[in-house]
């Protein structure tokens, strides 16, 4: 079970901001409810921010929501809601040609991980360079991170985290 509130713009810039008002009391209140009945959450989504943002380029819809105030569109928030409702994760890849998101489900050890991607990389497990995703953006690359020395080395044991981005060692 998923909740989800539909809001109006200048509602919505209210709901971010924080201020106590009628449709913050209502949001919380659906929010509690979804949280205490059903152990989930409830979106906030505004269907009139969302058919305005179908038209402009990705570098305007991030403005515009930065301009309300908002870190995430109300269907990428939908998106990664039913995501973790349906127990899914996603760790990421990243190298000199590609970055690449993967999915996998909750819960699943690096050699899980490993296997998405290729049987081999799961067969042949040696160890996973983790870091997460928002420390690596902060540091600006791989090599930097590496140098600051915030690439942990896990096991076969380690529980992939969401946001994870992995580097993984095998030998087949």
């Known amino acids: 079970t998923l ?23 209502h949001v919380k209140a659906v929010q509690e ?7 989930t959450e409830a979106v906030v989504i505004s269907a009139q921010i969302e058919s305005e943002l179908v038209d ?4 305007e819809a991030a403005e515009y929501l930065r ?8 269907v990428g928030a939908l998106i990664r809601a039913v995501y973790h409702l349906l127990g899914l ?9 590609e970055s690449r998101a993967w999915t996998i489900h909750a819960g699943d ?25 928002e ?13 600051a020395g915030k690439l942990r080395i896990e096991g076969k044991d380690y529980v992939v985290k969401d ?5 993984f060692r095998f030998n087949v």
């Open 135 to 147: 420390e690596l953006v902060s540091l600006g690359s791989s090599a930097k991170a590496r140098e």
């Open 67 to 74: 301009d309300l105030g908002v870190n995430e569109s109300g």
């Open 33 to 39: 409810y979804a949280k205490n009945h059903f152990a």
């Open 3 to 25: 909740f989800a509130c539909n809001v109006a713009e200048s509602d919505l810039a209210l709901l971010s901001g924080g201020e106590e008002n009628p449709v913050t009391h």
């Open 109 to 133: 050890k690096a050699p899980q991980a490993a296997g998405v991607i290729h049987s081999d990389f799961e067969r042949g497990f040696i160890a996973a360079e983790v870091i997460q995703y």
């Open 89 to 97: 994760r996603t760790y990421s890849t990243t190298g000199e040609k």
């Open 56 to 59: 402009l380029s990705e570098v």
């Open 163 to 167: 946001g994870d981005v992995i580097e």
